[in-house]
């Protein structure tokens, strides 16, 4: 099938395409070059005026896993007898008329799913202009269940990535002062086993500590019995993700998350990073200073100067916005800390075979408080004064900061500097005052959104089929309608009629998303849900680690290996798994 896209204004930072008109050609699902003046097209899409990006990448947002049930469970009054009942008759059930669009047909596929399912989940995605999210936090001994989760999520390709850290096979082999090859085999084993894309760290050796009644746990500190750093646990993983060639860096939640100080952990995290590739995660939870009579500040400008200085560092954001949420995190020590902050007040803390523990706490962030303010705020000067979108990523780190629906209004925050002098009026002042923020007038281009969530983002991954839209990529290609938003500038940059009010629901609603050349969206209602597949990573190993493995699970483990691994018969879907590099 071919098929054109026509006199959209393009937005693609790999091309350095900022905003001017030009057509785009998908046959059988990739983007190809002109076809040339005779061609004869299966349909035509008129998008004069219209905005068209790549689709949207996540690379940080929880989604699937032990601790996203346990959420659900949790807290069932979020999506007890609750039917998405917006979604289900204003774009499922509803015949959707001839698109002004285009000149072909329609799909229509009716739903009807609870709030915070696989399905919602992947319909609030596309209606947004995603096509591919990942999985930061996938205990390798629940990969199965993961995957399993992420395969029921409608359109979106996934991807996980395996935390290792606290196992106990790993911190054995490190205690026995095995070689960094070894090691580099047994993560290559476990990115082959659970199906993943690249490897997690979460506060590293940290869980371990709790298990020993740590209350605390930082870089240099040892985990009991075992006689190793965290310093040492990342730095190994770290030389492990670099000698493997796995193309993402190794995606670091650091130690003392969300303590006042703990800008210091972070810098030091850097430093310890020795000159390799290394993401930090959700960073605005690492921004914090202890000045102030509260003894909590902002360290945001801290934060950015020694980013500044590492160019080996890219991190993600983690925004704070105001409202309703859950707290889930393999950091136990973090989430047992803030149990008594729990809104409502139920918490559940535990601990798993094999590799970890963790907690969720649900958790209200409050507009009057003095806290959450701050915590807006320092996410916002993080994206503000950062002067590398390539290297600094937007997140919410959903659900903890905010769930990923929360996405549209942070664009709109960041794109339209008198909204957000606005907002700040109604949000406590004093921690206002102790930021950057109120005096931070850069509004943030269309360009620098597809950097951040697009091109940037699918790189930094090792995703090189998608994030761009060039030939040869897969057609997962976003159309948004500016039309209500004002005059642009050309569409070349920041919108420049005031009020900039649809700047938000121009994102939360795309005029087309398009899935491997497959139109799946219109006007912001789901037209068609396709199945996603699972982007995975298969580094070569020496099979004898095998047995290392076998004899640890023999000797410690109920869970038999033979059960452990994530396997093509697990799936009905055929070709389930698309391995990269």
Known sequence: MLIKLAGGHIYDPTQNRQGEPGDLFIRDGLITSDPGPNAKFDQVYDLSGHIVMAGAVDI??????????????LLPEQHRNHVARRLRTACNLAIVPASKYTHGGHVDHPFSNAKWSTTDTGYRY????????????????????????????????????????????????????ASQNQINDYVAWTLHATRALGLKVINAGGANAFKSNARQFDLDDVVPDYGVSSRQILQTLQTAVCQLGVPHPVHVHCNNLGIPGNVDTIVATMEAAQGLPMHLAHVQFYAYGNEGAKGFSSAAAQLLEAFNRHLNITMDVGQVLFGQTVTISGDVIAQYSRHADASPNKWVMWDAEREGSGGVVPYRYREASFVNTLQWAIGLELFLLADAPER??????????????AYPELIRLLMDADYRQAYMARLNQEALAMTLLPNLKREFTLTEIATMTRSAAAKLLGLHDR?????????????????????CDRLTGAFAARPQANIAAMFANAALL??????????????????????????????????????????????KLSNFAVNDADFAEQARFRVHG
């Open 514 to 559: 398009f899935k491997n050349g497959e139109l799946v969206v219109r006007d912001g209602c789901v037209v068609a849900r396709p199945a996603g597949r699972a982007q995975v990573l298969q580094p070569n190993y020496d099979a004898g680690i095998t047995r290392t493995v076998q004899d640890h699970f023999n000797r410690f483990y109920s869970l």
């Open 60 to 73: 940080h947002t929880h989604i699937a896993g032990g601790n996203v049930n346990t959420a659900r469970l």
């Open 126 to 177: 596309a209606r947004m202009g995603y096509t591919t999210v990942v999985e930061p936090a996938m205990l390798p001994v629940n990969a199965l269940d993961v995957h399993l989760q992420m395969a029921d999520i409608p359109i979106l390709d996934t991807a996980a990535l395996a935390i290792l850290g606290n196992d106990d096979l790993l911190l054995r082999l490190m205690r026995a002062k």
């Open 392 to 405: 600094l990523f937007f997140t919410t780190d959903h659900p903890n900061g905010a769930p990923f629906t």
């Open 467 to 487: 994030g761009h839209l060039a030939p040869g990529a897969i057609a997962d290609i976003a159309v948004y309608n500016p039309q209500g938003v004002g005059t």
